[in-house]
């Protein structure tokens, strides 16, 4: 893989809830939050670039934006899952308790592959702002 990398971010705005949170994340509240991707690829293209940047955004910011934003996001183990689903349309039930940690891992390993079909690219990196204050990262290994 190439040393060089892309990134791009992305802000958007969502609700959770942590299951068995010690603290005051257990209960609903929402977040503004960020999203870095970073992008690297076995070569440059022909022009010189990793991915371009309109790519990223299409591909990745798209599908954070489509799926998570202005959305709650609610594991599907968390006892409470069928009944905000009842109450409100915008539940995204995801497979993991949604964590900032949880989130950055499941859009390296699970949506960049499927994002980013296609192209030589490979999501590497996310970062993952559940504020400006508190930021969780996952890299994908070798």
Same mark, same amino acid.
């Given at each position: 893989?190439?040393?060089? !990398? ?92 949604? !964590? ?30 559940? !504020? ?6 996952? !890299?994908?290994?070798?």
């Amino acid at each position: 893989m190439s040393k060089i !990398t892309a990134s791009k971010f992305h802000d958007f705005s969502y609700g959770h809830r942590v299951y068995q949170h010690e603290s005051k994340c257990a209960h609903l509240h929402g977040h503004n939050g960020r999203v870095h991707f970073k992008v690297v690829a076995p070569s440059l293209d022909s022009i010189g670039r990793v991915l371009d940047f309109s790519v990223i955004g299409s591909r990745l910011c798209q599908w954070v934006e489509d799926n998570w934003d202005h959305k709650f996001l609610v594991w599907d183990k968390d006892p409470w899952s069928r009944y905000l689903l009842e109450i409100d349309p915008s539940t995204v039930w995801v497979p993991f308790n949604p !964590t900032a940690e949880q989130m950055a891992e499941y859009l390296v390993e699970v949506i960049g592959p499927q994002q980013l079909e296609g192209t030589s690219a490979v999501l590497v990196e996310v970062s993952f702002e559940e !504020t400006r204050k508190c930021v969780a990262s996952y !890299t994908k290994g070798n």
